[in-house]
């Protein structure tokens, strides 16, 4: 992503400038609407054209475009593929939660509670580029 498109998403698309988004940072409810709202635009260039596949290893509760982001704090879960991508996150998510025995868990869930991080995946199937249900297929 370019860095216009990084600060139209980290401020709600109140800014291009990277500069301007330390002043103008979106509260965190439109930060997830904005993510949302990005990929959409991905989903809908492809039309029908994209499949996702997410890798649940390495899990850490920063972010990649952290400089330094905090070291993995869950176990490996494993890969997935879909061609609906609210679908494949949402799997993932609860992924996350149904790993009770992982000592890592509570602290990557406090992560992503605090901050909302479901609401990316509400605001995605809100916009009609996916959905929350999915059937999961062990291979």
Request: charged share 25%; with cysteine; net charge negative.
């Amino acid at each position: 992503m370019s860095a216009a498109g990084k600060a139209l998403i980290h401020s709600g698309g109140a800014t291009e400038s990277n500069m301007d988004t330390w002043v103008l940072h979106a509260e965190q409810d439109a930060f997830c609407e904005a993510m949302a709202d990005a990929a959409s635009s991905v989903v809908r260039h492809f039309d029908g054209r994209i499949a996702f596949i997410n890798a649940m290893k390495n899990l850490s509760v920063d972010c990649d475009c952290c400089e330094v982001a905090e070291d993995p704090c869950m176990k490996d879960i494993g890969m997935l593929a879909s061609l609906d991508p609210v679908a494949i996150d949402q799997a993932c998510i609860d992924l996350i939660y149904a790993a009770k025995n992982d000592p890592g868990q509570k602290h990557f869930l406090e992560r992503v509670e605090s901050r909302h991080g479901v609401h990316t995946i509400e605001a995605a199937a809100d916009l009609g580029f996916g959905s929350r249900e999915y059937e999961l297929i062990e291979i």
